[in-house]
């Protein structure tokens, strides 16, 4: 093989100019009489090194491996010899072990300065350099100790941050820090749940690619919890009824569920606390949302539900202070949005009215029951007339469809089965606060059937609708229906009323079965459970006309694009 050596020209500019009369320009004054221009240095080094060089160069660049040059972030401090020449293969790691001695010994004293990091990407057996630096800084000011307060602490570290990052992240920052108003979800989403994006919008986040789970983790989950508890409260009054006593059950269906719905209760609590704890700009903005918010009530409902299907094995009578603790972050979000559902603006009634909205009606129903269950008399009846006000309102404001006259999607028709919860609820509230399912106990509970029918019969309605978090909107709303009916057969006892309450029973719990083992597939088998959340990824403005052209333009994030640039310098 023949050696060819090594030429290195430099540009006729490099060879006129002194780097140490241009301003701005790096240079290192070594101090010991060496010359100061250490790209001199290296270039008479190379030569004197002649055909050895040469040629060890040559093997090395003879090989069919990649080679990426690492520079530094900055112009300040490049030299000769600061470039790392990184292969991609295990055969050079005998050559780089040989080649221990350090060719340049005045280079190595000056500071170090650290690369950009390289992505990991694996083809055959080729390996890129893998950094402990690579991490995804996309989704940092929708955590907790980013932003802001993360800067401060650098700041009062004596490591200020960069002022080109915080020139080229400024604006991105601000989008995400402060949550958009309400107006603003109305203009960039849409859809009767305002949770798709408008063509014309622009996410903070990548759309394209799986976002960090606790970030996808939405406060609707909690619907989960809210179906099984239901369960256990079908159980309970299935076992104590005595119109339902031919049936022979026992209070171990009952207990099994109770703690399973407590098990279920504490993990998604936790899941979600660990949302607040890490990701609180993202449960910010589910606050915010005008739709979303009605769900904040969910966890709440589900301990009530929790109290009213305690086992008696476990207690008999609780304590009344329990029902005050339950229902004092009730209150308080009640005060929040019915008062906004009355003052106007944009969160009026009419512009966010959703069958969601149920979920803040049902809450002083469930508590007025709980709390007559307990002996209490005036705060249950308070709650059952607050309750009934604005379902009324709630009820017509809903049948008109006054926000947008449309229909909702597919995968939202099993929302409608809220209507059936209000009603229903409401009966068994009345019925304990009266102590009798007398005739005012009626009139809800023959709404809550009839809804109940008119909805089971429109079996076109519900096919075709691929499965999603809003299904469970099923689960409560039937049992609620199921239990009721229990009741009202032990005021009303004959072979027809007892009929029904097999039948809604056997009904609700086999939708609930059904959907438990539907969302342990779709979430640890499909992983499919929890999409990306994005509406709680819009900006705090609305994009510029050069933000959309770009969001129009790209078709695959940043990291896709380098990794296909890799994959294209592979194949050289």
């Given at each position: 093989?023949?050696?060819?050596?090594?030429?290195?020209?430099?540009?006729?500019?490099?060879?006129?100019?002194?780097?140490?009369?241009?301003?701005?320009?790096?240079?290192?004054?070594?101090?010991?009489?060496?010359?100061?221009?250490?790209?001199?240095?290296?270039?008479?080094?190379?030569?004197?090194?002649?055909?050895?060089?040469?040629?060890?160069?040559?093997?090395?660049?003879?090989?069919?491996?990649?080679?990426?040059?690492?520079?530094?972030?900055?112009?300040?401090?490049?030299?000769?010899?600061?470039?790392?020449?990184?292969?991609?293969?295990?055969?050079?790691?005998?050559?780089?072990?040989?080649?221990?001695?350090?060719?340049?010994?005045?280079?190595?004293?000056?500071?170090?300065?650290?690369?950009?990091?390289?992505?990991?990407?694996?083809?055959?057996?080729?390996?890129?350099?893998?950094?402990?630096?690579?991490?995804?800084?996309?989704?940092?000011?929708?955590?907790?100790?980013?932003?802001?307060?993360?800067?401060?602490?650098?700041?009062?570290?004596?490591?200020?941050?960069?002022?080109?990052?915080?020139?080229?992240?400024?604006?991105?920052?601000?989008?995400?820090?402060?949550?958009?108003?309400?107006?603003?979800?109305?203009?960039?989403?849409?859809?009767?749940?305002?949770?798709?994006?408008?063509?014309?919008?622009?996410?903070?986040?990548?759309?394209?690619?799986?976002?960090p789970f606790l970030l996808r983790f939405p406060v609707n989950a909690f619907g989960i919890c809210l179906g099984v508890s239901s369960q256990a409260i079908l159980w309970?009054?299935?076992?104590?009824?005595?119109?339902?006593?031919?049936?022979?059950?026992?209070?171990?269906?009952?207990?099994?569920?109770?703690?399973?719905?407590?098990?279920?209760?504490?993990?998604?609590?936790?899941?979600?606390?660990?949302?607040?704890?890490?990701?609180?700009?993202?449960?910010?903005?589910?606050?915010?949302?005008?739709?979303?918010?009605?769900?904040?009530?969910?966890?709440?409902?589900?301990?009530?539900?929790?109290?009213?299907?305690?086992?008696?094995?476990?207690?008999?009578n609780l304590r009344p202070f329990i029902w005050y603790i339950l229902m004092t972050p009730i209150f308080m979000l009640e005060l929040k949005i019915y008062g906004q559902?009355?003052?106007?603006?944009?969160?009026?009634?009419?512009?966010?009215?959703?069958?969601?909205?149920?979920?803040?009606?049902?809450?002083?129903?469930?508590?007025?029951?709980?709390?007559?269950?307990?002996?209490?008399?005036?705060?249950?009846?308070?709650?059952?007339?607050?309750?009934?006000?604005?379902?009324?309102?709630?009820?017509?404001?809903?049948?008109?469809?006054?926000?947008?006259?449309?229909?909702?999607?597919?995968?939202?028709?099993?929302?409608?089965?809220?209507?059936?919860?209000?009603?229903?609820?409401?009966?068994?509230?009345?019925?304990?606060?009266?102590?009798?399912?007398?005739?005012?106990?009626?009139?809800?509970?023959?709404?809550?059937?009839?809804?109940?029918?008119?909805?089971?019969?429109?079996?076109?309605?519900?096919?075709?609708?691929?499965?999603?978090?809003?299904?469970?909107?099923?689960?409560?709303?039937?049992?609620?229906?199921?239990?009721?009916?229990?009741?009202?057969?032990?005021?009303?006892?004959?072979?027809?009323?007892?009929?029904?309450?097999?039948?809604?029973?056997?009904?609700?719990?086999?939708?609930?079965?059904?959907?438990?083992?539907?969302?342990?597939?779709?979430?640890?088998?499909?992983?499919?459970?929890?999409?990306?959340?994005?509406?709680?990824?819009?900006?705090?403005?609305?994009?510029?006309?050069?933000?959309?052209?770009?969001?129009?333009?790209?078709?695959?994030?940043?990291?896709?694009?380098?990794?296909?640039?890799?994959?294209?310098?592979?194949?050289?």
């Amino acid at each position: 093989m023949e050696k060819t050596e090594l030429q290195v020209e430099i540009p006729s500019v490099l060879k006129q100019t002194s780097c140490q009369n241009i301003k701005g320009f790096d240079c290192v004054d070594y101090g010991n009489g060496n010359n100061p221009n250490p790209l001199e240095n290296a270039i008479s080094d190379i030569e004197s090194r002649g055909e050895s060089t040469a040629g060890s160069n040559m093997t090395r660049l003879e090989r069919k491996d990649v080679i990426i040059i690492s520079l530094p972030a900055s112009p300040s401090g490049l030299h000769i010899g600061q470039t790392k020449l990184v292969l991609h293969s295990e055969k050079c790691k005998n050559t780089d072990q040989n080649n221990t001695k350090n060719p340049y010994p005045q280079l190595a004293k000056q500071k170090k300065f650290h690369s950009q990091p390289i992505l990991v990407r694996e083809n055959g057996d080729r390996k890129v350099v893998h950094s402990e630096a690579v991490r995804d800084h996309r989704f940092d000011p929708f955590k907790t100790w980013s932003g802001k307060l993360e800067r401060q602490i650098s700041n009062l570290r004596g490591k200020p941050t960069q002022e080109a990052d915080i020139e080229a992240g400024a604006s991105d920052r601000e989008e995400i820090e402060e949550a958009p108003g309400v107006d603003r979800y109305f203009d960039a989403l849409e859809g009767p749940e305002l949770d798709t994006l408008r063509a014309t919008e622009v996410s903070v986040l990548p759309e394209d690619e799986k976002w960090p789970f606790l970030l996808r983790f939405p406060v609707n989950a909690f619907g989960i919890c809210l179906g099984v508890s239901s369960q256990a409260i079908l159980w309970k009054t299935l076992n104590t009824s005595p119109a339902m006593n031919f049936l022979h059950i026992g209070p171990m269906p009952n207990l099994i569920l109770w703690w399973a719905a407590l098990a279920l209760i504490l993990f998604v609590s936790f899941v979600y606390l660990l949302k607040i704890v890490f990701y609180f700009e993202a449960v910010k903005r589910e606050y915010y949302h005008p739709v979303r918010v009605n769900f904040f009530f969910a966890p709440w409902i589900a301990c009530l539900f929790m109290a009213l299907a305690v086992p008696p094995s476990i207690a008999v009578n609780l304590r009344p202070f329990i029902w005050y603790i339950l229902m004092t972050p009730i209150f308080m979000l009640e005060l929040k949005i019915y008062g906004q559902w009355m003052s106007g603006g944009q969160r009026r009634l009419s512009k966010v009215a959703n069958p969601s909205n149920h979920l803040s009606i049902v809450g002083n129903f469930v508590g007025a029951l709980l709390g007559a269950n307990m002996g209490l008399k005036e705060g249950p009846i308070f709650f059952f007339a607050v309750g009934l006000a604005h379902y009324i309102v709630l009820f017509v404001t809903l049948y008109q469809r006054l926000p947008t006259n449309a229909t909702l999607p597919k995968e939202l028709h099993p929302v409608f089965f809220l209507f059936v919860a209000a009603p229903s609820v409401a009966c068994m509230a009345w019925a304990k606060i009266q102590g009798d399912f007398d005739y005012a106990a009626r009139i809800p509970y023959f709404i809550a059937l009839f809804l109940y029918m008119s909805l089971a019969v429109r079996v076109n309605f519900f096919r075709g609708i691929r499965f999603s978090l809003a299904w469970w909107a099923y689960t409560f709303p039937m049992t609620g229906a199921s239990i009721a009916t229990i009741k009202y057969t032990m005021a009303v006892t004959n072979i027809v009323t007892r009929s029904l309450s097999i039948c809604l029973s056997a009904i609700s719990t086999f939708t609930v079965s059904t959907l438990l083992v539907y969302t342990i597939i779709h979430a640890f088998v499909l992983r499919d459970l929890f999409p990306n959340d994005i509406s709680i990824a819009i900006t705090r403005k609305k994009p510029k006309f050069s933000k959309m052209l770009a969001h129009f333009r790209s078709s695959s994030s940043d990291s896709k694009d380098l990794d296909s640039s890799i994959s294209k310098n592979s194949e050289f």
